[in-house]
């Protein structure tokens, strides 16, 4: 079992996530020529500018208002992207099998993000069960997303203070890893691939267009 | 999931012959057929992209007037009509009673200004407006469109304007008016057809149909400023078009290219359009958009650009101020739809000695209630319509103005409704309105 999960599993996972982003991308793109006031309307100059106001924290006016949740939308989404590439066990592996390095987080500081990470999870939960507004919109896909996202985090922290059965945990982790990866193309993940290009058209209909500016 | 039904309470039963008689012959699978062909062939990248990225996060709810003045009731956040609407019909592939469809056109045509402010709060930039105009168009296609909006379309398609005006009237209107400007300035006039004139100017039928007196300062600025201008005595001097908001895009396409075309057949040298907000939005991107052309052919700029033009070039200089305080109704489709918020604060600066500032302002305005075709679809909405919009009586209160300045003619409406059904005790008045009052008049064009 652990060397299927740690062996072809990841590298299915990894083929999924990256054929199922070009798949998604590709198609995305041909759709746009359907769409026909995408491409004439596009403008890096202001699709930049507005994508600049989005992703610098309280840079837009929504930002200002919800603060609580910039910083936790935030925090997360950096510990979400940066903390499986920079964990010393994760980068161990890569080192083992083809002898690369990067730079590391200490271990200290991953637990902590860790922490985190389950935290911002719990509070996106909270959230959607507390108010009216994003319950209303809620269906039992948006908890079983929670759920896929925080899979790998919490059995990743359980495996690493070795609590219960180290060899089960590690390879709950691995799966759950797999599947998170393998979400994303597939589920509402995917604004990972789709966030900076919505944005970008938004920002080009508003300032080329419309000369105005929408954070 | 959601809220359970029994906190959530039902909203008041309004009759509207245009969907409650319309939906009564309607099968779901003639409904069926009607959705899957406007999402297959209609729709794109945009709408596929928009919908499968929105995490339902909420996040727009704050932007949404509706939402805020509801006392945040969940049924009117941008998200939350999108999922009582679209969400429902892609989930069932349209196979829906012709009693849901109705509810998607209470929803997506009265309960939403198309305003975009949304937009804005959307981390992501989903343009949720396009979503439930695409719920307007499957409507039309159904033909469950409120009455009043339907009749006003209905206009459009076989007058080619908004109000049911005939050629005749059109231009005994303009004589008309055209002799009280000239009880003011000797030398005003409304020239009719001139090949070549500078600016042709255009209006929305209700002017010359019951705001006529609105041509008439027009004629007088005109003529002050010595503008050469003209307006067309055929079909295409009309520049609204609510079938752009009714889902009726073939004769919103008729409309703006007739719009268009009168321009180009008096070979000016731009449009000028009166003060409407909507007709600018369908005059400058949204009907270019159907037609295929990414600009309009003839360059058209707003009312309020055209002042701001007359008064900084020295055109039109301002003999007094208006000494009571104004605030103003900031138009969507002028301000978020075009950035006029600033030329906006200049012209009222040069005019008007205590301007009042609304907060929010610029793109953050909120939308006066009425656009987006709310208003069109007539009495029987005017209840939910006004108490939809307490924030922006609440916003306008707090300037203590006297005046509203509001460039647009469905704002102007929507304002003096809430006025009135907020008892706020306030006056509104159009920019020209304003004009004609404060501008100098050379004595050799004064009519004695």
């Known amino acids: 079992m652990y060397a299927f999960v740690s062996g072809p599993l990841v590298w299915i996972a990894f083929i999924v996530f990256v054929g199922g982003m070009i798949y998604q991308l590709v198609t995305m793109l041909q759709n746009a020529k359907k769409d026909k006031v995408v491409y004439p309307y596009v403008s890096l100059k202001h699709g930049i500018r507005s994508l600049f106001h989005w992703v610098v924290p309280f840079a837009s006016k929504n930002m200002r208002m919800r603060y609580e949740m910039t910083i936790m939308t935030f925090v997360f989404h950096l510990c979400l992207i940066l903390l499986p590439i920079l964990l010393t066990a994760h980068v161990a592996m890569f080192s083992f099998a083809w002898g690369v390095k990067w730079l590391t987080v200490s271990e200290r500081t991953a637990d902590w993000l860790t922490v985190f990470t389950v935290f911002a999870l719990v509070f996106f939960l909270v959230r959607r069960l507390m108010l009216p507004e994003v319950r209303f919109v809620t269906s039992a896909s948006d908890y079983i997303l929670l759920a896929i996202v925080a899979a790998p985090f919490v059995t990743g922290f359980m495996a690493h203070r070795q609590w219960f059965d180290y060899e089960t945990m590690i390879v709950l982790h691995m799966i759950s890893g797999a599947v998170m990866l393998m979400a994303i193309p597939f589920t509402r993940l995917s604004h990972m691939l789709f966030f900076p290009f919505t944005r970008i058209y938004m920002g080009s209909e508003f300032g080329a267009v419309r000369n105005a500016k929408d954070w | ?448």
């Open chain 2, 1 to 448: 999931m959601g809220l359970p039904a029994e906190i959530i309470p039902p909203l008041p039963v309004v009759s509207d012959p245009g969907l409650d008689e319309s939906v009564k012959t309607l099968t779901p699978d003639q409904i069926a057929a009607v959705v899957n062909r406007v999402i297959d062939r209609e729709t794109a990248a945009r709408f596929r992209v928009y919908l499968n990225t929105c995490v339902h996060c909420g996040l727009c709810s704050d932007a949404c007037h509706w939402f805020l003045s509801n006392d945040r009731d969940p049924r009117f956040s941008p998200v939350g009509k999108v999922k009582q609407t679209l969400w429902e019909l892609i989930k069932r592939k349209g196979r829906v009673s012709g009693e849901f469809l109705k509810e998607c056109s209470r929803i997506a045509q009265t309960e939403c200004n198309v305003c975009r402010r949304c937009s804005m709060y959307c981390p992501f930039g989903i343009d949720i407006a396009y979503l439930l105009l695409t719920v307007r168009r499957i409507c039309h296609e159904c033909g469950v469109v409120p009455q009043f909006m339907q009749d006003t379309v209905n206009s459009h398609s076989v007058t080619l304007n908004q109000m049911w005006v005939k050629q005749d009237e059109w231009i005994d209107t303009l004589q008309w008016q055209e002799e009280e400007a000239r009880g003011e300035i000797v030398t005003a006039r409304i020239p009719l057809d001139k090949e070549g004139a500078d600016v042709f100017y255009s209006v929305i039928a209700p002017e010359p149909k019951i705001l006529a007196q609105l041509i008439g300062n027009m004629a007088q600025i005109m003529a002050v400023a010595r503008v050469d201008w003209t307006m067309p005595s055929f079909d295409g001097w009309d520049n609204s078009n609510m079938a752009m908001y009714s889902g009726d895009f073939e004769t919103m396409g008729r409309v703006e290219r007739a719009h268009h075309e009168a321009a180009l057949r008096l070979k000016v040298n731009r449009i000028v359009m009166g003060e409407c907000g909507h007709a600018f939005r369908g005059a400058v991107y949204d009907g270019p958009k159907w037609l295929g052309w990414r600009e309009p052919p003839v360059p058209v700029i707003h009312a309020v650009e055209f002042y701001h033009e007359l008064i900084t070039s020295g055109a039109i200089k301002i003999a007094r101020k208006i000494e009571e305080p104004v605030t103003l109704q900031e138009p969507c489709n002028i301000v978020r739809g075009r950035g006029l918020g600033q030329k906006l604060r200049e012209i009222i600066d040069a005019t008007c000695a205590d301007f009042r500032p609304p907060e929010p302002a610029f793109e953050h305005n909120y939308c006066c209630g009425a656009g987006g075709g709310v208003i069109n679809c007539g009495p029987p909405w005017k209840t939910s319509r006004v108490k939809g919009n307490r924030v922006k009586a609440e916003q306008l209160a707090a300037t203590k103005a006297h005046i509203v300045i509001t460039p647009c003619h469905n704002c102007h409406s929507g304002i003096e409704d809430i006025i009135s059904g907020y008892k706020l005790g306030m006056h509104v008045r159009f920019f020209s309105e304003i004009l004609v009052q404060v501008m100098e008049i050379p004595e050799e064009l004064k009519a004695s």
